[in-house]
């Protein structure tokens, strides 16, 4: 989930979803970011509430993201300067498996389920054709960025990264902030800048949480629809052939892609490498059913 969360359309939640941990990973946020938490601490004391937010789960779960993000913010950029096509190939083979993992548990795909399917569908496209925004490093904005990215964060072919990349903050967050302030340059500034996103991110998780656990418990069949249609109107975001339309100058003083468009690999204005990229696909389409598979096999 954490090297996921760092590649603009690729979502943490997507993977959490094809792992089957989705509602136990959005309940356990609503209870440490609730009152569930503290109710069961001054009832039975403290082993009650680390039961309560499902603690050992969360513990090795967040390690295993702090851990992927500090590799994908230092690594996955290596990955897509020198084989772009494989690796969204494969994060599209990746979603197109999980859109049919999910939609197949949505009973009965009724009229109503259909419409809220097509409106998932359009409100994530949308969201990968919007023109980014010019950033803003005011502390409010960095504060209501990491809300908004983390809510992201949680559902299924939205983002958090790709957010961050429309308000104009991923280079200023993740490589301004965390590449370089935190992990090389170890500034205070930017350990501070890192604090206010972060206490951003924890507002959005705490309302964004309830919110989906709600709508799980209540409408779980027309939530899963939703998160169908994000899932496949997100695949826009990771075609393997994109051609750039606009590029900007990084802090590095780099140019980099900005602004890009799908096409098809005849007019790919790079190498389109159909074979490698269609064994990329495969791959990605085979990790879902392998990871369901083996989820099956649990005792």
Known sequence: MGIAEVIPGVSGGTIAFITGIYERLINAIKSILGLEAINALRKDGIAAAW???DGGFLVFLVGGM???IVTGALGISYLLENYPEMVWAFFFGLIVASALYIGRQVRPWNIGNVVILVVGIV????????SPASGNESPIFIFFAGAIA?????LPGISGSFILLLLGMYQFILHDTLKEGVLEQQSSGAFLTLG????????????FSRVL????????NPTLALLTGFMIGSLNKVWPWRNVLQYRTNSD????PFIEQSVLPASYEGEAQILAVVIAMIIGFSVVFLLDRMDRKKP
């Open 51 to 53: 039961k309560t937010i």
């Open 66 to 68: 702090a851990a992927g």
């Open 123 to 130: 409100i994530a496209y949308w969201i990968t054709v919007a």
């Open 150 to 154: 983390i809510s992201a964060l949680i």
């Open 196 to 207: 206010i996103f972060a206490l951003g991110c924890l507002l959005g998780l705490a309302t």
């Open 213 to 220: 656990s709600w709508t799980f418990k209540h409408y779980k």
């Open 253 to 256: 003083g780099e140019q980099e």
